[in-house]
């Protein structure tokens, strides 16, 4: 190619740039959120895994795998304030299944965490599971992380959710008094040490800090019961209602955009959705999320 030719190829492939942008982003395949319904909840999850993709997508023979569920209140699973442990021991035997080498379990408890662990109904579900290890928090296992986000520069992050080779997000959906709701976004602070009520001043961007540097790869919400008042540790059966779903995302925003619905609220409604949406962490318009029934 003489000169003449390959400075008009050149400009020619400038001009072009904004529309190939245009066109490889309008190409790109819509979030996907799967929903899984039943009252045998260890099914309904695994329906809802397999409707992304299965669990074999994200694990891999010998992987470390951190499944992170909401286990931070002294509350047993009817009162919706923890991950129904059903949920969580279906997730992690698919990890299992899918030839993970170690799957680890664990919550930075708002309460006593010996108590949180056990009558959340966690522990229980997965003793005696080989290669499963459901341990409380090690304080001196936090690490000073650097973020540069908006508004955390840097915080302490609990160093095996950073180090596993698969971070698997398994909140439960609730109500809470200072954000409305608590999902799979806000479920991060279970691996955040330090003074966790600091970042309440800003808490949506707090979040959308931590979740830009936190790599999830899948969202699993627990929606079989969910706490619709009084939340994040409720304690009255009557604020919970039972709906017997699971809902599945590879796209922790848009898993939670569909969440809030449950609630009869838009995404919109929900700061910490919205910062993440506007970080370009995920989709939160609905009419964009390729919603199916698992």
């Not at 008009?8 to 996907?32: D, I, Q, Y």
């Not at 707090?206 to 830009?212: E, G, K, Q, T």
Request: aromatic fraction near 6%; hydrophobic fraction near 45%; include cysteine.
């Amino acid at each position: 190619m003489d000169r003449r030719t390959f400075i008009k190829a050149t400009g020619t492939a400038v001009l072009l740039a904004p529309v190939l942008v245009r066109e490889t982003l309008a190409a790109r395949e819509p979030s996907l959120v799967a929903v899984a319904e039943g009252t045998d909840h260890a099914a309904t999850t695994r329906k809802a895994i397999n409707a992304v993709g299965g669990m074999k997508r994200f694990v891999k023979a010998g992987d470390v795998v951190v499944v992170k569920p909401n286990m931070g209140w002294d509350r047993s699973s009817e009162f919706a304030a923890n991950t129904n442990p059903l949920v969580v021991r279906a997730v992690v035997e698919e990890c299992l299944a899918a030839g993970a080498k170690k799957v680890k379990v664990f919550d930075y408890t708002c309460n006593d965490s010996r108590r949180c662990y056990v009558n959340s109904g966690i522990e229980g579900a997965l003793k005696g599971m080989k290669n499963v290890e459901c341990k409380q928090i090690e304080p001196e296992r936090f690490k000073k992380t650097t973020l540069n986000g908006q508004f955390l520069k840097e915080w302490d992050l609990y160093d095996e959710a950073l180090s596993a080779n698969v971070y698997i997000n398994v909140p439960v959906a609730k109500h809470h008094g200072l954000s409305k709701l608590t999902l799979g976004l806000k479920n991060v602070m279970g691996i955040m040490g330090g003074n966790r009520g600091y970042i309440h001043r800003n808490l949506d961007v707090a979040l959308a800090d931590v979740n830009s540097h936190v790599k999830t790869h899948l969202t699993i919400i627990d929606a079989t019961r969910i706490l619709t008042a009084h939340g994040p540790q409720g304690g009255n059966i009557a604020d919970v209602k039972v709906l017997n779903k699971v809902i599945a995302s590879t796209d922790t925003v848009a898993a939670d955009a569909f969440a809030t619905t449950l609630f009869g609220l838009k995404p919109i409604d929900i700061p910490v959705t919205v910062a993440a949406y506007k970080r370009g962490l995920g989709e939160m318009n609905l009419d964009k999320i390729k919603i199916v029934k698992a």
